[in-house]
């Protein structure tokens, strides 16, 4: 944990143009000063992430959104109120003066305000928004704990304030409320149920293939590992196949079958929400491992285990690719 003595550290090199790494309730950011073109730049160097995807910017309250969008549609009053500060990011029509780095040259911008109390922190002795991306190379698993971040980024980065292991433990939910009609363009922390309930409206999934968000694209999140997923009436099949490979690793929701031994059978949880917690920080070990051969049992088809699903589905379309060979964003679709 942090003493405010870091925590105006990290707020002296931001207002500097720094980067700053910091623990949100979701996974760790990799923040900049979301006012200045050039500390902007620096975070898509340091992740080697194409300069066209847009970044969230972090406020500290809700009262802070009339400064970087232009409309405020009531639906983002209601979501503002109901589930800010959370894992929620609102796409909406941005204000002008909002830098191109940070939206992407797009007319939108996302907003969050994190919960964890580092954040919090962290943006009242800035006095300003922070823009932040996850803290990983483009393409790869986001970072849960700052140790996480110090392997990937360390040298990069001028400082990783430490809060200990995120709560969620997966990204945050993005809905586009910039088009009239509510979009959900990322899953996440927060059920797509949870904003269907308050909204009374149905909230689809955005389905238009574009790379506005990156989260969204279908290789993402990914392991070294290759990663297999498999549905639970195949898992034991798949296992038995593979069983003799000696850098096999499964994850899956159940104890290891009598019978078959396998390197690395890591048992996960039976709940979405704990599900979500744990699943980079085992990815993390499991790549550090030095698995090759991960099969995961896909989770089961309920609506809270969508943003799990989702991230399994992109970890197994993207996984296998070359680690930290800076070809990492080449490498990315
Ligand atoms: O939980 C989170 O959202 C974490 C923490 C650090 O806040 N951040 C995060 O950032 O996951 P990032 O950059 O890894 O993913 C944010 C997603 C990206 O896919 C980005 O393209 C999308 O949000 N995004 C940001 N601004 C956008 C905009 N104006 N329009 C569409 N997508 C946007
Ligand atoms: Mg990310």
Known sequence: ????????????ILQAGG????????VYGLGADASNARA??????????????????????????????????????????????GPLTLILKRAPGVLDEVTGGQDTVGLRVPSHPIAQ??????????????????????????AHVQEELGDTVD??????????????TIIDLSAGTPRLLRPGG??????EALLHATVDLADDGSPRASGTLVAH???????????????????????????????????LPSGIAVPIWRRAADDARSYAHDLY???????????????????????????????????????????????AAADAP
């Open 221 to 255: 999140y990914a392991p070294t590992a290759r990663v297999l997923l498999v549905e639970p009436d195949q898992l034991e099949g798949a296992v038995r196949q593979h069983a003799a490979d000696n850098g096999l690793a499964v994850l899956a929701r159940r104890p």
């Open 40 to 85: 902007v730049r620096r975070i898509f160097e340091a992740k080697h992430r194409p300069a066209d995807h847009p970044v969230i910017v972090h406020l500290r309250d809700a009262d802070e959104v009339a400064q970087w969008a232009r409309e405020i549609p009531p639906a983002a009053e209601l979501l503002m109120q109901r589930f800010w500060p």
């Open 190 to 195: 927060i059920a797509r149920a949870e904003l």
């Open 1 to 12: 944990m942090q003493d405010s003595a870091a925590i105006r550290r990290a707020a002296r």
């Open 281 to 327: 920080a085992t990815l993390h070990e499991l790549d550090r491992s030095g698995c090759t051969l991960l099969i995961v049992e896909a989770p089961p088809p309920g609506p809270e285990w969508e943003a799990v699903r989702d991230r399994l589905q992109r970890a197994a379309t993207g996984s296998g690719r070359a680690q930290s060979s800076g070809a």
């Open 121 to 146: 922190q962290l943006l009242r002795a800035f006095a300003g928004a922070i823009a932040a991306p996850s803290a990983n190379r483009f393409g790869r698993i986001s970072p849960t704990t700052a």
């Open 19 to 26: 980067l700053v790494a910091f623990p949100t309730e979701t």
């Open 159 to 172: 400082m990783v304030l430490d809060g200990g292991a995120c709560t969620v433990g997966i990204e945050s």
